[in-house]
């Protein structure tokens, strides 16, 4: 296999962030008396974005019109101030990504994550690494599993997208990277499980982030 570059997912893949996803939303939910979600919960509802999160988090009555964009706004705002408090890298990722700089395999970031928030992650998390290039949802690129960021990826760093991993922790990432034509790879640190991951079009799943390399 020749792969010049990784196409990496953000949340579940490089980052653990969702004990500030849920703390967020929580709040959200508390403000109004309504019933919290636990981790696990809230593992199930990320991977398509902040918006189909917070309707997944509503009871069914508040997700329509007037009531749902409120709901949605006041996520967003206190998701915005508080999306780096705990979030941090999975084990395992840092030694990963000094190997693929060692070996000048290029790394991209694309997520379902709203751009600015994304940014905002990459830019505290990833300011180590050469990351060639990173995007988020929203504005003119649409979400995955839709491969807009994934080919604008390939296209910034010059590379082949049959020369590029697409590296992820759900099925969503799994269906991007088929779309895309990346060599579709899926992770079990995650916030899904391998069933999802191998039904969606992993071509492999691994269980530790030093697994990677031996797929190079």
């Known amino acids: 296999m020749?792969?010049?570059?990784?196409?990496?997912?953000l949340d579940g893949t490089l980052a653990d962030s969702i004990?500030?996803?849920?703390?967020?939303?929580?709040?959200?939910?508390?403000?109004?008396?309504?019933m919290t979600h636990?981790?696990?919960?809230?593992?199930?509802?990320?991977?398509?974005?902040?918006?189909?999160l917070v309707m997944r988090s509503l009871p069914k009555e508040l997700r329509t019109n007037d009531l749902f964009d409120r709901n949605f706004k006041r996520m967003l705002e206190i998701y915005g101030a508080n999306c780096i408090n705990k979030t941090k890298l999975y084990s395992g990722i840092e030694d990963l990504l000094d190997q693929l700089q060692e070996k000048d395999i290029k790394?991209?970031?694309?997520?379902?994550k709203a751009n600015d928030l994304t940014q905002k992650v990459v830019k505290v998390l990833l300011a180590k690494w050469d990351i060639a290039f990173a995007i988020g949802a929203g504005g003119d690129v649409e979400r995955k599993p839709d491969p807009q960021g994934a080919?604008?990826?390939?296209?910034?760093?010059?590379?082949?997208?049959?020369e590029l991993m697409f590296v992820g922790d759900s099925g969503v990432d799994m269906e991007t990277a088929e779309n895309a034509g990346m060599y579709a790879v899926g992770v079990l640190?995650?916030?899904r499980?391998?069933?999802?991951?191998?039904?969606?079009?992993?071509?492999?799943?691994?269980?530790?982030?030093?697994?990677?390399?031996?797929?190079?």
Request: net charge negative; proline share 1%.
């Open 151 to 162: 080919l604008m990826a390939a296209d910034v760093m010059g590379i082949s997208p049959s």
């Open 38 to 52: 636990n981790i696990e919960t809230y593992k199930s509802y990320v991977g398509n974005g902040i918006r189909k």
């Open 107 to 112: 790394i991209a970031v694309f997520s379902n």
């Open 2 to 9: 020749s792969i010049k570059g990784i196409v990496f997912d």
């Open 189 to 191: 640190w995650g916030f």
């Open 193 to 216: 499980g391998e069933e999802e991951l191998m039904a969606n079009g992993a071509k492999v799943v691994i269980n530790k982030a030093s697994d990677l390399i031996k797929y190079l």
């Open 19 to 34: 004990e500030d996803i849920a703390e967020s939303m929580n709040q959200v939910l508390k403000e109004q008396g309504l």
